[in-house]
């Protein structure tokens, strides 16, 4: 497996870019590429000359999250406004607003049927879950402090929810917290299940394998990335070569590898039949925030994976994944 470079936009925005997410492909249009920026715009890149087809405003903040749903249709932004702006892709028509004062917004995702959109809460330490047909708040999941933590213990506000990810069943969610635990939830009881340790400083990413949902991949500022066994609770294996915080990871559509970024500038791809990093990629000049693997499917020749980055340089970088 390796990553070639394809394609690279300077300046693609006007400040740094803090987030990525493939739009899929529906049947009239490829899939695009979301990014947002502390610029306070969302723009949408076509898939392989990177191309800006849109600009969205809207946001009187940086952007610090971009999700698109399954559909392909409708995509939403998360500002440091503390307001989630839901719009239609093709359009950019406004669909939804959600608020989430007092808490301001992290990382978000829709489960994989399209249903809901799980919202970190930040400093919430919780994660509010809407629904998509009527955009109403259904539920927020809270929480729980570590066992023997006593309530006066200084670190509970370290609950502070950073991250968010939906297992390929939609059955689990993990959300990641700015004190290294990783809180795994049964979303249909809204249960707190169990926390996953070994991770002691924020954990800023999450990805399930596409391939099982058992399998969960972790992003922490203690430069390292781990391998979890969500439902057995266990660390199946902690993969180091980043020399700084590691700030995002993905996971390849065909489940032999993730991609990871890092405050240490550079993008790595590990091959998880290894557990090693096989390469690693210094396109950019300033800590990587997101990296995003297109979903299969669409127009595309298929085969040719695709895996971009954005940066604090204000830079987007296109590979090949083969």
Known sequence: MKLAGLKSVENAHDDSVWAAAWVPA???????????????????????????????????LGVVSVAAHPSGVIAASASLDSFVRVFDV????????????????????????GTTLAV????????????????????SLS???????????KSGNKKFVLSVAWSPDGKRLACGSMDGTISIFDVSRAKFLHHLEGHFM???????????????????????VHMYDAEGKSLINAMSGHASWVLCVDASPDGAA??????????????LKMRAAVQTLSNHTDQV?????RPPGGTSEQGSGRLASVSDDKSISLNDYS
């Open 120 to 139: 970190a809460g930040g400093g919430s330490a919780s994660v509010k879950l809407w629904d998509t047909a009527e955009w109403k708040l259904i539920a």
């Open 289 to 293: 925030w997101a990296v995003a693997f």
């Open 90 to 113: 093709d359009h950019n028509n406004t669909i939804a607003t959600l608020e989430a004062p007092p808490s301001e917004v992290w990382q978000m995702q829709f489960d994989p049927k």
């Open 26 to 60: 529906t049947n009239e249009r490829p899939a695009l590429l979301l990014t947002g920026s502390l610029d306070e715009t969302v723009r949408l890149w076509s898939p392989d000359e990177l191309t800006c087809v849109a600009t969205n405003t809207g946001h009187c």
């Open 258 to 271: 993730v991609a990871t970024g890092s405050s240490d500038r550079t993008v790595r791809l590990w091959d």
């Open 143 to 153: 929480i729980p402090r570590p066992e023997g933590l006593k309530p006066s213990d």
């Open 202 to 224: 924020p954990v800023r990413s999450l990805v399930y394998s596409p391939v099982d949902p058992r399998v969960l991949f972790s992003a922490s500022d203690d430069a390292h």
